[in-house]
């Protein structure tokens, strides 16, 4: 069963920029699997941020976002850390939230999660 | 995007009773359906995936059913660790996903 580990600053101001890495261990990012993150604001629900698939074949590796968050969005990954990064610009309020890393597939959506980490944005 | 909605936002049932939560799609979304269950403080649980089918360790009380558009988690005899807040999520259209508001079951 793999690990995985969010970290990352955690207080933010508003317009700056939210980087969260998530370090996994016990399995490699680019042996199959979707890994991404997940969201959810204090008292509320849960919103897919974005996944990623990193395939032996360069055809199959693709990047896919969430269109409400899209036009800030970039996750990017680490092959020789095992590890990948989200990172979100110009956040404001609304980003706050508890920000998960995950990892799933097409029969189990989301199959493995971070602990989650509390990102607040304040001014 | 596929909107995923929950009803109701929370139910009040008593220890032993049985409770069905809905979950409806915007469009079709095929058996592409999971269910999670959250405690506060926790990460989400499986419940259920494709769905109908039972995670590994989930208890029979848990019972999914539904395909298309219209979903529901049935809970028979609920016991005092079910009190939780209960999510569906579509993965239809993999791997962008949707999940619903989420339904809180409380103790009545």
């Known amino acids: 069963q793999e690990q995985l580990q969010e970290s990352g600053p955690r207080l933010l101001k508003p317009s700056e920029t939210l980087s969260l890495t998530c370090a996994v261990s016990d399995y490699s990012i680019t042996s199959g699997y979707y890994w991404g993150w997940i969201r959810q604001s204090p008292g509320k629900g849960l919103q897919w941020i974005g996944s990623f698939y990193h395939g032996s074949f360069l055809q199959s590796r693709n990047t896919y976002y969430n269109p409400s968050l899209k036009s800030r969005l970039t996750i990017s990954i680490d092959t020789s850390e095992n590890q990948f990064s989200l990172k979100l610009t110009s956040v404001t309020a609304a980003d706050t939230a508890v920000y998960y890393c995950?990892?799933?597939?097409?029969?189990?959506?989301?199959?493995?999660w971070g602990q989650g980490t509390l990102v607040i944005v304040s001014s | 995007e596929i909107v995923m909605t929950q009803s109701p936002a929370t139910l009040s049932v008593s220890p032993g009773e049985g409770v069905t939560l809905s979950c409806r799609a915007s469009?079709?979304?095929?058996?592409?359906l999971a269910w999670y269950q959250q405690k506060p403080g926790q990460v989400p649980r499986l419940l259920i995936y494709g769905s109908s089918t039972w995670a590994a360790g989930v208890p029979v009380r848990f019972r999914g059913s539904g395909s298309g558009t219209e979903f529901t988690l049935t809970i028979s005899s609920l016991q005092s660790e079910d009190f939780a807040v209960y999510y569906c999520?579509?993965?239809?259209?993999?791997?962008?996903?949707?999940f619903g508001g989420g339904t809180k079951v409380e103790i009545k």
């Open positions: 999520l579509q993965y239809d259209d993999w791997p962008l996903l949707s």
């Open positions: 469009q079709s979304v095929g058996s592409n």
């Open positions: 995950m990892r799933g597939d097409p029969v189990i959506p989301v199959a493995g």
